[in-house]
């Protein structure tokens, strides 16, 4: 069964930095893409940001590039997504998600950007 | 940048009735990357259909994708109490975008 735990997130002031970290398992997780995907009640379910299986190829949604930089450990099954220079705007719940066939997702986390 | 449109916003109905959800592309979505998601309250997305009408694991056969191009349909048979929710299209691969998603309620 996939599984993908997430971890992170939170109350920051404007301009401050957050990292959200994602733990797979249940499957060989060296093998697939993922990505972060953000939802609010506002703007739905936003992909932010995706990277390859060996972390050589990285892309980024217009609105967070140059801010946001997504990472994996393939030794740990991890995914990370650094996010510096923080705005109102990025306030959101943030999923990890499995790309494939369709994403799986991870159980999400809460980012509020306010001071 | 493709953009998909749910339709319609808001479906009532009650168990037992047939839903059908529309999601349309403003241009051809190319080998049928479009998926289904349900998603209830304080909780993930929750894969239903990828490939536009392959049945995710553990899915029930009430739930069928169908469609290509530009115009794809969620059907859900038979509407029973766990399926009043809210449902998203998805165009993946290359190009991720979401639909703004139509809500089930009773």
């Known amino acids: 069964e996939v599984q993908l735990v997430q971890s992170g997130g939170g109350l920051v002031q404007p301009g401050g930095s957050l990292r959200l970290s994602c733990a797979a398992s249940?499957?060989?997780?060296?093998?697939?893409?993922m990505s972060w995907v953000r939802q609010t009640p506002e703007k739905g379910l936003e992909w932010v940001a995706n990277i390859k299986e060996d972390g050589s190829e990285k892309y980024y949604v217009d609105s967070v590039r140059g801010r946001f930089t997504i990472s994996r450990d393939n030794a740990k099954n991890s995914l990370y997504l650094q996010m510096n220079s923080l705005r109102a705007e990025d306030t959101a719940v943030y999923y990890c998600a499995r790309d494939g066939s369709g994403y799986d997702w991870g159980q999400g986390t809460l980012v509020t950007v306010s001071s | 940048e493709i953009v998909l449109t749910q339709s319609p916003g808001t479906l009532s109905l009650s168990p037992g009735e047939r839903a059908t959800l529309s999601c349309r592309a403003s241009?051809?979505?190319?080998?049928?990357?479009l998926a289904w998601y349900q998603q209830k309250p304080g909780q993930a997305p929750r894969l239903l259909i990828y490939g536009a009408s392959s049945r995710a694991t553990g899915i029930p056969d009430r739930f069928s994708g169908s469609g290509s191009g530009t115009d794809f349909t969620l059907t859900i048979s038979r509407l029973e109490p766990e399926d009043f929710a809210v449902y998203y299209c998805?165009?993946?691969?290359?190009?991720?975008?979401f639909g703004q998603g139509t809500k089930v309620e009773i």
């Open positions: 241009q051809s979505i190319t080998n049928n990357y």
């Open positions: 998805q165009r993946y691969g290359s190009s991720k975008t």
């Open positions: 249940g499957f060989t997780f060296s093998s697939y893409w």
